[in-house]
């Protein structure tokens, strides 16, 4: 209930900052390809990467005809995978995540290009651990929390990312991201953080300007 309020607030904050001025909302879906960055005194490795999807909205505020500011609220799945010896693990993890973008549009006559970059905030809700040491395939369910004697990984999750994207005057979209965690989802003192590569496909419905 604590995430809904959160996100029910900041949704509304934008609403309320956009008054008088253009604004948008959109969908998107797409592809998501994550992996795991594990960090020990020493060394980092990463895992291979994991196919998975993404599905979110989005609320886009119009500074101008170049810049604009982007918060969406997204459902994305991360993991990773890979083999240690005869060790092989695989890992899904069910966030909704929270990205803040500016984005920047380039002049053009037809579509739309833009860039972008921001934070992102992130809320681990499920997850799941496939692992076999050579005596068989096991599977667990992966919980998150606050408490590390009862859950597997930290709920909260930090981030940035940076994406292109094209935009055309019909409202349909499509955009290629990196998005890179810098906050570790263990509770022990190794580091464990999310990156993944995404492309979507959207469509942003007509603009309008709220009432003053």
């Known amino acids: 209930m604590k995430k809904i309020f959160f996100l029910v607030c900041f949704f509304t904050a934008a609403y309320n900052y956009s ?39 989005f609320f886009e505020y119009a500074y101008n005809s170049h810049f604009s500011f982007q918060p969406a609220l997204n459902f994305v799945q991360k993991g990773g995978k890979g083999e240690d010896n005869s060790f092989t693990y695989d890992y899904r993890f069910n966030y909704l995540e929270v990205p803040m973008n500016f984005l920047y549009y380039f002049k053009s006559k037809g579509a739309r290009f833009f860039v972008g970059a921001g934070p992102w905030f992130a809320a681990g809700i499920s997850g799941k651990a496939t692992t076999n040491d050579g005596t068989g395939a096991k599977s667990q369910d992966l919980s998150f929390g606050t408490n590390d004697a009862k859950n597997d990984f930290k709920t909260f999750d930090l981030g940035a990312d940076a994406l292109i994207g094209c935009k055309i005057k019909s409202g349909f979209l499509i955009s290629a991201g990196y998005s890179l965690g ?10 464990l953080m999310n990156y993944y590569y995404s492309v979507r496909v959207g469509y942003t419905l007509p603009s309008k300007k709220t009432k003053q």
């Open 19 to 57: 008054i008088g001025q253009e604004y948008s909302y959109g969908f998107t879906g797409g592809a998501s390809f994550a992996r795991v960055r594990d960090k020990v005194p020493g060394e980092a490795t990463f895992s291979d990467s994991k196919a998975g999807f993404t599905v979110g909205a």
């Open 182 to 191: 810098i906050h570790s989802i263990t509770f022990h003192d190794d580091k």
